[in-house]
């Protein structure tokens, strides 16, 4: 009988679900779901512009620097932060614009600076210059990145690559031809986000009654957390304060 029993074992662990993905986002009707609502602000001091040197394909991209504000405060609102519910496994359908996203490189640009999209589906990378670019995207995580595609396009043309990101959020863009084109893409694996306007305020609605993670994320300051508890048909209110050295 001692025999058989490592041979039981294996057997029971062959008929047992895998479990080790978590399932994805689900789709389905909301009633009288609640709402949150905020600000997100910046106090101290707003770093300068990162100033680079445009060095090549002249005829292009433009003459003199390159200046690229990513920390773009107003009036002290903190803007280009992306809010959002995190890990919610059920709710709202995805917005229908979502199912495409697209990058534009024009002017030796990325456009927009701050794209969004839909985990699991294509991103369109677009060159609309007469010249060579290589869009290389990398996953964002913590400190470090991890490249998810590296596409080079020598000539003008649309090319589709598939994100699906397990772990981090969002993308940051560059292009290897010229280092002084970046850009970020956050990546939505559920539809309760909100892109801040340009007072730093998001609304964030049709949510079910319960109590959610909520994050404000920034493609160089990175990401500040808070508990909301949501009720039916109820608006709750949480800021977010980012800060500089």
């Not at 910046?42 to 512009?49: E, N």
């Not at 040197?53 to 920390?71: A, F, P």
């Not at 981090?168 to 560059?174: F, H, P, R, W």
């Not at 998001?202 to 404000?216: E, L, Q, R, S």
Request: one cysteine or more; aromatic letters at 8%.
């Amino acid at each position: 009988m001692k025999r058989l029993i490592p041979f039981i074992s294996i057997t029971l662990l062959i008929g047992l679900p895998f479990t080790g993905h978590a399932a994805g986002y689900k789709e389905s009707s909301v009633s009288n779901g609640g709402t949150v609502t905020g600000k997100v602000t910046f106090s101290g001091k707003d770093p300068a512009p990162k100033i680079y040197k445009i060095t090549k394909d002249n005829d292009v991209c433009g003459t003199g620097n390159r200046e690229i504000d990513y920390v773009a405060v107003n009036n002290g609102a903190l803007t280009n932060v992306v809010v959002y519910l995190d890990k919610i496994k059920e709710g709202k359908p995805f917005p229908a614009e979502l199912s495409s996203a697209k990058i534009d490189q024009k002017g030796c640009e990325f456009k927009p600076f701050l794209q969004i999209m839909r985990n699991n589906t294509e991103l369109a990378a677009i060159n609309d210059d007469p010249i060579l670019h290589n869009i290389h995207t990398y996953e964002i995580l913590g400190r470090a990145k991890k490249t998810v595609f590296n596409v080079s396009q020598a000539k003008p043309g649309t090319v589709k690559k598939k994100v699906a990101l397990k772990r981090g959020t969002a993308l940051k863009v560059e292009c290897d031809a010229h280092d002084f084109m970046h850009g970020f893409v956050f990546v939505a694996k559920n539809p309760y986000f909100a892109v801040v306007g340009d007072d730093g305020s998001f609304t964030i609605d049709n949510i079910p009654p319960g109590k959610y993670t909520i994050k404000a994320w920034h493609g160089k300051l990175r990401e500040k957390k808070g508990k909301v508890d949501i009720s039916a048909g109820g608006t709750t209110t949480i800021n977010f304060e980012f800060k500089g050295k």
